[in-house]
């Protein structure tokens, strides 16, 4: 596989674990909602994608490896986040 959509997950799971009273605007959705209610429901649905089959030459499952790596490095991270303050 090819791409950066797995490096973009990790990226937003990290985020997610590091601020997660954060408020994000999703397209189409005019109300600004907390990260930490949107990332499970994006995973839950990579996951079933994923597993279903009907990924139609998408690596569901690929993202859900990002996410996973950029949750576990964000909460080594998060030990020495304030570290120069």
Wanted: overall charge positive.
């Amino acid at each position: 596989m090819l791409g950066a959509s797995g490096a973009i997950f990790g990226v937003i799971a990290a985020f997610a674990t590091l601020y997660p009273e954060a408020k994000i605007a999703i397209m189409f959705i005019p109300i600004p909602v907390k990260v930490k209610y949107v990332l499970p429901v994006v995973i839950i649905g990579s996951i079933y994608l994923g597993i279903s089959g009907d990924a139609g030459g998408v690596a569901h499952l690929a993202h859900v490896g990002g996410a996973i790596v950029g949750f576990i490095l964000a909460k080594i991270w998060k030990r020495h986040l304030y570290r120069f303050n």
